[in-house]
Structure formats: structure tokens, C-alpha cells
């Protein structure tokens, strides 16, 4: 696909006017005018300004697009999601428009991983025990463990996994990386493929899953897979909700089959109040906030304006990081 240039009297690139993480699109639409001084960059504050702007613009950068808005789009040849999955988009609609459709995959790694290392730590430690005994003034300690030279298992190497597994690098763990294609390797001490996971949960303290969900990984972790962690086992969720079969998972903790778990996501979601999942002493629950990070436009930005300054020497909207179509 070949660029317009963005010498022109038309803008260049649309801002649609969803936030995300409760920071204004106003905020993305600086960040890339900060990296990208030669091209006309307007924010869509209103559905008003969206279509008008869709008519002209080569690129428009937003969480999503829907269908109708898209068919006024005469001149667009990349759609910059804000998103790092793209289930949510209208897929087989943007190819039929000859788009290109770029991601955000990578741009969540160093918060979610952050808050994974909370999470093992947390419960290796039983920092969350210590909170609730200070709610009663209660001075009293507990056995702990201790994360050196335990296993951690991480399934998935994306951007967030392999974040997850740099930040593991100075608590002396061995790492286990579970992928579909493992002759691709990896930042882990060892790489599995998926048909080998459950030799490498016989092995885990920590099971880390950091996938996309798809129709593979759905209910990917189930009472079988729970069954073959080691009692002590922890299991940290920051992928989605689904990939773990939330009935098994509440049944496991309540009967002490694994040692705790973390879940930023959750099947349902939200949660609803009255989940057992609630009361479960063993249980930590973030309402899927692992991904909210200040720097969020910034790293987003940096994508865009990386492709977009690719387009400008190739003159094609293609090969470009994290593109998807």
C-alpha cells in the first residue's frame, strides 16, 4: 500500500476520541506530535469530527473502529489500534478496505510485569497474610517461603511474558517458557511447546500466564492442569479471564490443591459481588489494572511514529511492527 504525503492541506492522522486507562486521547494525539512534527495530527473529540476526518485522513489511530465509520473512509490506509489484541476489531471489514491494522503488543511489558513480580512476591512472602493481621492489630508471623530457587513457568513469550521473565532475572529462579513454537527459543533457561505443559507444571512453584486469548488457550488451565502443580503452587493470571476455568480454580484454593493464586482477569468480568472468589483468603484480585501505566501513550506513540517514519522511506504500509493485516 503506498502513503500519501504528509505535505499536504488535509490532516494526516486522525486521534479518535476514546481514552484509555482514563487518560484522554488528547494526551496520545501530543505524544505523537512530539515525534511526528512534519504531519498534521488532529484529535476526533467528537462523532462529528470522526467522520469528517475519516474521510480524508491516510491513518487513524484509536481503541477501535466500527464498521459504519469505516465505510466513509475514502483515503485510509492504516488503522493504529490502541489495543494490543484485536478480537474486538472489525477485521474481515478492514481487509475488505485494503487496511493495514497495527497493534499496541509490547507497549503493556514493563508495567504488567512489575505487578506479576508484586504478585509472586506477595504471595511467596504472604505480605497479603501481614495486611489483613494489621487490620486486627495483630502482631503474629506465619511461615513464608522464598522465590530463590523455585521454578517459574511463563506461558506465553510475547512482549509481557518475556518483560515478566527479564524482571525474574536477579531472584535466582530457574525459568520455564511454554510456546507454540519452541524451536523459536526464547528468553527462559528452558522452552516447551504446549503439548509439554503439563510436564512442566509437575515442575512449577509459579505458573505466570501471560497468552492472547484464542480458541486454543481457552479453559487452558482447568482441574486437570491444577491437579499437576505441586500443592504449593501459585498461579498469577495477567492474560484474560477465560484462559483459566474459574469453577476448577475456586475449587482448587478452597481445598488447598495449590498454594495461591493472582488474577488481574477473571471469567466473569467483572467480577460479580457475590463470587466466591471474593472470600478467598488465598486469592488476590486486581480489577484488571495491570495494564495501567502513565507511559502508556508514550510507548504507543513510539510505534506509530516508528512505522509511519518506515512508510515514509518504503512508500508501502507494509512489514511494519506489530502489524496484524
Not at 528452558?190 to 509459579?206: F, I, K, M, N, W
Not at 482441574?223 to 475456586?250: C, F, H, K, M, Y
Not at 493472582?262 to 495494564?291: K, M, Q, R, S
Request: proline content about 7%.
Amino acid at each position: 500500500m503506498t502513503r500519501s504525503s504528509p505535505h499536504t492541506d488535509e490532516p494526516d492522522i486522525a486521534v479518535l476520541r476514546a481514552g484509555v486507562h482514563g487518560m484522554p486521547a488528547s494526551e496520545y494525539a501530543n505524544a505523537l506530535r512530539e515525534r511526528l512534527p512534519d504531519y498534521d495530527i488532529e484529535l476526533a473529540a467528537t462523532p462529528d469530527d470522526e467522520q469528517r476526518l475519516i474521510e480524508i485522513v491516510p491513518v487513524v489511530a484509536g481503541n477501535t473502529i466500527d464498521e459504519d465509520l469505516l465505510d466513509h473512509a475514502k483515503n485510509l490506509e492504516l488503522f493504529a489500534s490502541s489495543y494490543a489484541g484485536y478480537g474486538h476489531l472489525p477485521m474481515d471489514a478492514l481487509d475488505s478496505h485494503d487496511v493495514a491494522v497495527t497493534t499496541a503488543s509490547g507497549v503493556h511489558g514493563p508495567n504488567i510485569a512489575e505487578d506479576v513480580i508484586g504478585f509472586i512476591l506477595t504471595l511467596t512472602r504472604r505480605h497479603h497474610e501481614a495486611w489483613r493481621r494489621k487490620q486486627r492489630h495483630e502482631w503474629r508471623a506465619s511461615p513464608v517461603s522464598e522465590l530463590a530457587d523455585s521454578t517459574v513457568t511463563v506461558v506465553g513469550l510475547g512482549g509481557i511474558g518475556s518483560a515478566v521473565v527479564e524482571r525474574l532475572a536477579g531472584f535466582d529462579v530457574h525459568t520455564i517458557g511454554i510456546r507454540n513454537s519452541p524451536e523459536k527459543g526464547g528468553p527462559t533457561d528452558e522452552v516447551l511447546g504446549s503439548d509439554e505443559l503439563h510436564d512442566a507444571l509437575s515442575r512449577t512453584d509459579c505458573l505466570v500466564l501471560a497468552v492472547p486469548l484464542t480458541d486454543e488457550t481457552e479453559g487452558l488451565i482447568g482441574s486437570p492442569e491444577l491437579t499437576t502443580l505441586p500443592p504449593e503452587a501459585i498461579v498469577v493470571n495477567v492474560a484474560r479471564g477465560p484462559i483459566v476455568d474459574t469453577d476448577a480454580l475456586v475449587s482448587a484454593l478452597r481445598s488447598n490443591e495449590i498454594g495461591g493464586a493472582a488474577v488481574d482477569v477473571t471469567d466473569p468480568e467483572p467480577l460479580p459481588e457475590d463470587h466466591p472468589l471474593w472470600t478467598l483468603e488465598n486469592a488476590l484480585i486486581t480489577p484488571h489494572n495491570t495494564g495501567n501505566t502513565p507511559d502508556y501513550y508514550e510507548r504507543l506513540a513510539d510505534i506509530v511514529a516508528e512505522n509511519l517514519q518506515q512508510v515514509a522511506e518504503t512508500g508501502e504500509y507494509d512489514d511494519l511492527r506489530n502489524q496484524v493485516l
